[in-house]
């Protein structure tokens, strides 16, 4: 991609009104735009992230058996009036009346749907288990949106729904969900701690939350400073208690962002919404449910919340919009542009997403936008280097800069990003 002909538009200023670290670089990045409050458009960069994200999802999600599909957003009213979340979620639901007087609402969630979606087509035991996924736009008017797209009016989740002939099957599909989670956000250079929740809104027993500490989280890890022990706010909320694990250690508070919800849910949408299945023995027993959250939006606030510095965001590798930047200094010195395109060739065909500053703009300029956006990579052009037949190779993350030889780019990144 060259950036001149791109569209990042970055901005040297921090916004007002923005106090996350998240929040500010996703709109000086050009990740981001803020329509209205809590409400955000994905920019061209932002968009590159999200799908990053999104493939790493759908590779586990896959790998763990379960089948993607796509949902409405645009959802009858009546169907949540059979399980009574449209007074439960009444604060959150963003609900209207359609042209034709029917009430309507923008989903806040969809295991409503999905239970009416397989109530329709599942009689019977031998069509179980089966695992549906999906990742799709979310609506909750949320009372306070916060910190830009950590919490949002308009988001995008991953949402799965497991449904099983009993408990033990819904164990098994849980498992390899949680297992699946942590493959997730382990790839996504995201080190969480998974705690078991309370289960609010969604009822049922079982429940665990991956939570990624951060200073801006709006909830807590407490964990123990001898063992493993980590707990969520609800049991611990005394920070200078005891461990009640190993009873030596002190317990220590975090403030933790949530980035996933897994649920095992049981009947409670089944029953009222009359998914029943016909059961080897001839009788008809509700449908056993589970369901696995994400919030993928709010994944990549938490990505730059843990991984930046003064400059800007450091994009994990296999999360970044870009593998690999070039920065041609002198625009208008041929040798610079001939080798930064070639090498912008070369790169692309090895498999390598690129981007190329060839933007009429000071060195700068494209330093601190390149910081600022965060390439793993950069391959710097500039005058002195090239003059002895030399470009830089530097990395973000580390700021080393290594010199080498203009023939030996290719292979030393390729090297390099192995
Ligand atoms: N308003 C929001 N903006 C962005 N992401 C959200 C928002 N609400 C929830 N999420 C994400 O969706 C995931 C699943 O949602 P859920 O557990 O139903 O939300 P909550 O914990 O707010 O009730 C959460 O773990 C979180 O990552
Ligand atoms: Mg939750
Ligand atoms: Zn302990």
Redesign the pocket.
């Known amino acids: 991609m060259r950036w001149s002909h791109y569209f990042i538009p970055t901005l040297k200023e921090v916004p007002v009104g923005t106090e996350a670290r998240s929040h500010q670089l996703s709109l000086r990045a050009g990740l981001v735009h803020m329509l209205t409050s809590g409400v955000y458009t994905y920019l061209p960069l932002g968009l590159r992230v999200l799908a990053r994200i999104e493939r790493i999802i759908r590779e586990e999600m896959n790998q763990a058996g379960a089948h993607e599909l796509f949902m409405p957003c645009l959802q009858p009213l009546d169907i949540w009036q059979k399980t009574g979340r449209d007074k439960v979620l009444s604060d959150v639901m963003i609900k209207f009346e359609d042209g034709k007087g029917r009430k309507m609402c923008l989903g806040p969630?969809h295991e409503e749907i999905v239970t009416d979606l397989v109530k329709n087509f599942i009689q019977s035991y031998r069509q179980l288990p089966v695992t549906l996924y999906q990742i799709q736009t979310?609506f909750?008017d949320?009372l306070r949106?916060r910190f830009g797209?950590?919490?949002?009016?308009e988001?995008i989740?991953k949402?799965a729904y497991s449904f099983d002939r009993d408990k033990s099957g819904l164990e098994k599909n849980y498992k390899k969900m949680y297992q699946a989670y942590i493959n997730i956000f382990k790839r996504l250079g995201l080190q969480t701690s998974v705690l078991s929740a309370d289960s609010?809104?969604?009822g049922g027993d079982v429940s665990h939350?991956?939570m990624v500490a951060a200073p801006i989280g709006e909830d807590v890890i407490i964990s123990c400073d001898q063992c493993d022990f980590e707990s969520g706010a609800r049991d611990h909320l005394e920070e200078k208690q005891a461990c009640p694990e190993c009873q030596k250690g002190q317990l220590t508070k975090q403030a933790a962002i949530?980035?996933?919800?897994i649920f095992q849910l049981g009947t409670k949408y089944t029953q009222s919404l009359g998914a029943l299945y016909l059961d080897e023995d001839g009788k008809l027993k509700p449908i056993i449910m589970g369901c696995y959250?994400?919030?993928v939006?709010?994944v990549i606030a938490a990505l730059i919340e843990v991984h930046n510095d003064e400059q800007g965001i450091i994009w994990p590798a296999e999360v970044a919009p870009f593998d690999i930047e070039i920065l041609p200094l002198m625009i208008d010195h041929d040798e610079t542009m001939l080798l930064s395109e070639s090498f912008y060739q070369d790169l692309s065909e090895q498999g390598f997403a690129v981007l190329v500053d060839d933007r009429k703009e000071s060195p700068g300029r494209k330093f601190n936008d390149a910081d600022l956006i965060g390439i793993p990579w950069r391959i710097i052009l500039g005058k002195r280097a090239l003059s002895e037949g030399q470009v830089e190779i530097k990395n973000r993350r580390s700021q080393e800069v290594i010199k080498v030889p203009k023939d030996q780019v290719i292979d030393k990144l390729k090297s390099l990003l192995a």
């Open positions: 969630t979310k909750r949320e949106p797209i950590v919490r949002a009016c988001f989740m949402d609010g809104a969604m939350e991956f949530e980035l996933g919800h959250g994400i919030g939006s709010r």
